[in-house]
């Protein structure tokens, strides 16, 4: 899985990008932001709740 997390924040700027040249601003295009942004955030913190539970078995 790490070697696919770096294209999670990409695709976050290109989501985002697309959704507000398509869309301009609206809350529509606020709420597709917004998830696209929950992505990377919750992949992150899952691998950092992962590394952690694996450090602490290892001692």
Not at 43 to 59: P, T
């Amino acid at each position: 899985m790490n070697r696919w997390l770096w294209i999670c924040p990409i695709l976050v700027v290109l989501i985002s990008v697309l959704a507000l040249a398509s869309w301009g601003l609206s809350w529509m295009t606020a709420l597709v932001v917004g998830l696209a942004i929950v992505c990377p955030a919750l992949m992150l913190w899952g691998s950092l709740q992962a590394r952690k539970k694996a450090e602490g078995k290892g001692k």
